[in-house]
C-alpha cells in the first residue's frame, strides 16, 4: 500500500505532531497510553517524522499521552453509563479515540476536524456503524445539525480549544449543550501564561499559535455548564516509564504555574 504524502504547515500540522508522540509511546515497553493504532496510522503516511520541528517536540510527549488516557478514562465512563451517546470528537486530528474506547454499536459517535484533515482521514479510516466524520471548521454553526437530538451528549475537545479565540469557544459549547438534555464537555486548556509564549514559539514552529486560555473554571459556567473535574496532567508523573522525565515533571509538579500550564477539565451541563 502507497503512504500518502502530508504537507501541513499551520494549525493543522499540529495533529501530526500528536499523533508522531502517541505513536512513539506505543512503542515503549511500558506505555503510558499503548495505542498501536496510532503507529499504524504513522507507517501509512509519508511525512518526515524524524524532521528537526519534529523532534523539538518530542520532550512533551509524556504530556500529550497522560492528557490522552485521562480524557479516555472520563470518555469510558460517560460511555459505560450512557450506552445511547452521541459522542462529539472535536479537532480530532488522526486521533483513534473511537478505536481505543470501542463503544457499542448504540453509540453515534462523530469525529469533526477540517476538510483537508479529514480528507486524510478518510484514506486510513472508514466510516462504520456508529461511526461518521464531518468535515468542517468546529466554528461553522452548521455542522451540529448532524448531531442526533435528545440523547446524552458527549464533547470531547483534546488539543483543540486553545487554537480558537474566546467568542468561538463560547459559541461552541453554547450551541453543543443546547442540543442535548444533558451531558458532559472533556477538554484540556492552557494557562494564561502560555499564550504570549507560545506566540514568540509560533514563528519557529509556525503553526503554534494559541489563543484561548483558561484560569478559572468560572469563565466556564458563565457559559451553563457545571465544574465537575480538574486535573492537572503532571499530577499523574508516576505513569511515565522513562526515569529522567518523570523526575522532571515530578520537579515541575510542586510549581504551580508550571503545574498548571496544561490541565485537563470536566464540565456537566
Ligand atoms: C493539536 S491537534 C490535536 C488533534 C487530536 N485531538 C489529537 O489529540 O491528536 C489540533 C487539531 O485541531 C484541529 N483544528 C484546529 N482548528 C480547528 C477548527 N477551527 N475546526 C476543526 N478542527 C480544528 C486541527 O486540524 C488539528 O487536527
Do not use: N
Request: charged share 25%; proline share 6%; with cysteine.
Amino acid at each position: 500500500m502507497t503512504a500518502t504524502k502530508v504537507a501541513f504547515t499551520d494549525v493543522k500540522w499540529t495533529m501530526l505532531v500528536t499523533l508522531h508522540m502517541r505513536a512513539m509511546d506505543s512503542r515503549q515497553a511500558e506505555p503510558v497510553l499503548g495505542d498501536r493504532f496510532a503507529a499504524e496510522a504513522e507507517r501509512r503516511i509519508d511525512y518526515d517524522f524524524g524532521s528537526w520541528r519534529m523532534r523539538v517536540t518530542e520532550g512533551d510527549r509524556h504530556l500529550v499521552t497522560l492528557r490522552a488516557k485521562r480524557l479516555d478514562t472520563w470518555a469510558a465512563e460517560f460511555l459505560a453509563a450512557h450506552p445511547d451517546a452521541v459522542v462529539a470528537h472535536l479537532g480530532c486530528g488522526l486521533d483513534s479515540r473511537w478505536l481505543r474506547l470501542a463503544p457499542p454499536p448504540t453509540v453515534s459517535w462523530f469525529d469533526v476536524d477540517l476538510p483537508e484533515v479529514v480528507a486524510l482521514r478518510r484514506e486510513l479510516y472508514g466510516d462504520a456503524e456508529g461511526y461518521r466524520m464531518i468535515a468542517s471548521s468546529v466554528t461553522d454553526p452548521g455542522w451540529v445539525e448532524h448531531l442526533p437530538t435528545g440523547r446524552p451528549l458527549l464533547v470531547i475537545a483534546e488539543g483543540l480549544l486553545m487554537y480558537l479565540t474566546a467568542p468561538h469557544v463560547a459559541g461552541l459549547l453554547s450551541r453543543l449543550t443546547t442540543r442535548a438534555p444533558a451531558g458532559q464537555v472533556l477538554f484540556d486548556a492552557i494557562a494564561p501564561w502560555v499564550v504570549p509564549t507560545s506566540a514568540m514559539l509560533s514563528p519557529l514552529l509556525g503553526a503554534f499559535r494559541m489563543r484561548w486560555a483558561l484560569s478559572d473554571v468560572r469563565e466556564v459556567e458563565r457559559w451553563g455548564l457545571r465544574h465537575r473535574d480538574t486535573e492537572t496532567l503532571l499530577g499523574h508523573h508516576e505513569r511515565v516509564p522513562s526515569t529522567l522525565v518523570r523526575s522532571v515533571y515530578g520537579v515541575f509538579a510542586r510549581v504551580p504555574p508550571v503545574r498548571d500550564a496544561l490541565r485537563a477539565f470536566r464540565f456537566d451541563f
